[in-house]
């Protein structure tokens, strides 16, 4: 069993028979032979890899400003004799700065013609010149190992078809779909934690197809909680997500009209399921940072514990922090944390995962953990935790990772950023300065873009993003 040091090893037993009678219930067997073929083995032969950050399977990110830009995270991935696919160019500068001043190689960048949303990457890598490179790399090497932001269907059907057109192995890293979605389904997820922990690891939920189950389950939630919400069952960063105070609830037509106005705006598929939830008092989020090893070959990996940096009544996620937590939290967090990554391996789950917890009582006293929400896939916090796992020897150290929008920085280029923030921008060669940028792809029509700041404590950390990068950049 792997776990961070002083984290307490659980008896994984009751959750990995969880996870074989929930595989056996849905048949998951059967659902995961399609993908047989091209599922990824800790003991294949390497390979060049393709990183390929496609996030087209989750709802409504079109609303997320740059949002087709953020494809350009594969690039934090790749290293020599690797590959990575974007429909859109690269940011000016960022090739040399990846290259150059992180030290993270020299991979190779093919730019695909889009088809369909320019978000759909695996999509673009089935057709035109993209293709052919991408089949000539995989048959020169004998194959290739797909390494994908999340394992939708587009990508596993990208997979088979580069297999066959290379007459070579290609093999996915990450879950099939039918597991990716038993992971990031909210409901789907909600019955998974509730056979390994019980229902009293889960935030109070009614989950209904129909309108009016919905509305009664509204209500029947604002009569025992202050807070409401309603979730979509695969949407992420709150974008899926409505919270509504029960004092406003007063009536069957009010529920009807938060309901119908939500279903709207979310462009319900009708007979989808929708989760009604209690809306609890608690500014305490933390997310456990997991990597989940194919089944047989080791066992889940507690890599970290976060402390989420969320905006807004919806609370939507802006970024992270190592968690300042008491022991006990984090404790019961990352033996709640491996007991589910562990029922998820069983099910066939391998690759990057994290889940979203909330804490509510006094942590230094009483208090409760329960899971929110799974998340199948790299994001924003595992993507600067392992970001910085590459590019340090040794423990991470204290920092705050980010995305900042400065309306000012409307036009500017990564060069410009760099040359303000001089000698604060680290350099991997030598382990000095503060400031690591990535996602940078938004900053010139959107003054937007991702940092992390390392600091000598937390507090310095928070210092950074909020006192010392905005005075260096003029702001």
């Known amino acids: 069993m792997s776990a961070t040091p002083g984290h307490r090893v659980p008896d994984l037993g009751r959750a990995r028979l969880a996870g074989r009678e929930l595989g056996v219930d849905i048949d998951i067997a059967a659902k995961l032979r399609p993908f047989e073929r091209h599922r990824w083995r800790s003991g294949d032969t390497p390979h060049p890899t393709l990183q390929l950050d496609d996030v087209s399977g989750i709802p409504f990110l079109v609303d997320i400003a740059g949002v087709e830009e953020y494809q350009h995270r ?24 990846c290259r150059d001043t992180l030290h993270m190689g020299a991979p190779e960048h093919l730019v ?31 194959g290739m190992t797909v390494h994908p932001y999340m394992g939708i269907e587009d990508v596993w059907e990208l997979a088979a078809m580069l297999s066959v057109d290379s ?15 038993i992971a990031n389904d909210k409901a789907l997820f909600d019955e998974l934690v509730a056979r390994v922990l019980g229902r009293e690891a889960l935030v109070d939920t009614r989950i209904s197809r129909n309108v009016a189950a919905i509305e009664t389950d509204l209500r029947m939630l604002a009569q025992r909680h202050d807070r409401v919400g309603l979730k979509r069952t695969r949407c992420a960063s709150a974008m899926g997500n409505a919270v509504f105070a029960s004092g406003d609830v007063h009536s069957d037509r009010d ?21 009604a939830v209690a809306w609890l008092h608690t500014d305490l989020s933390p997310s456990t940072q997991l990597w989940i090893p194919p089944l047989g070959l080791g066992e889940p990996r507690l890599d970290g514990i976060y402390e989420q940096i969320l905006k807004g009544e919806e609370k939507v996620f802006v970024g992270s922090r190592p968690s300042t937590l008491p022991d ?28 979203d917890h909330l804490v509510t009582g006094d942590p230094n006293g009483e208090f409760q953990v329960v899971f929110t929400e799974c998340n199948g896939r790299w994001g924003g916090t595992s993507t600067p935790m392992s970001l910085l796992d590459r590019l340090l020897d040794g423990p991470r150290p204290a920092y705050r990772a980010q995305d900042v929008v400065f309306p000012e920085l409307i036009g500017a280029s990564l060069p410009d950023l760099l040359e303000l923030v001089g000698d604060l921008t680290f350099r991997t060669e030598n382990c000095q300065g503060r400031f690591i940028f990535y996602n940078v792809g938004p900053l010139h029509d959107h003054g937007k873009f991702d940092v992390i700041s390392i600091g000598t404590d937390q507090d310095d950390a928070e210092r950074g993003v909020l006192e010392i990068l905005p005075k260096h950049l003029g702001l």
């Open 74 to 97: 594969g690039r934090l991935r790749a290293g020599d004799h690797d590959v990575y696919v974007t429909v859109t160019p690269e940011a000016g500068g960022y090739e040399p700065y």
């Open 112 to 142: 695909a013609d889009p088809i369909g949303p320019p978000i759909a990457v695996a999509r673009a890598c089935t057709a035109g010149a993209t293709h052919t490179r991408l089949v000539e790399i995989a048959r020169a090497a004998g």
């Open 167 to 181: 007459r070579s192995p290609v093999r996915v890293l990450s879950p099939p779909p039918p597991v990716t979605w």
């Open 255 to 275: 529920a009807a009209h938060m309901v119908q106005e939500f279903l709207r705006r979310t462009e319900w598929p009708d007979g989808e399921e929708v989760l």
């Open 328 to 355: 006990a939290v984090n404790q019961e967090l990352g033996t709640a944390g491996l007991m589910v990554a562990a029922a998820l391996q069983e099910l066939g789950y391998v690759g990057r995962c994290s889940f």
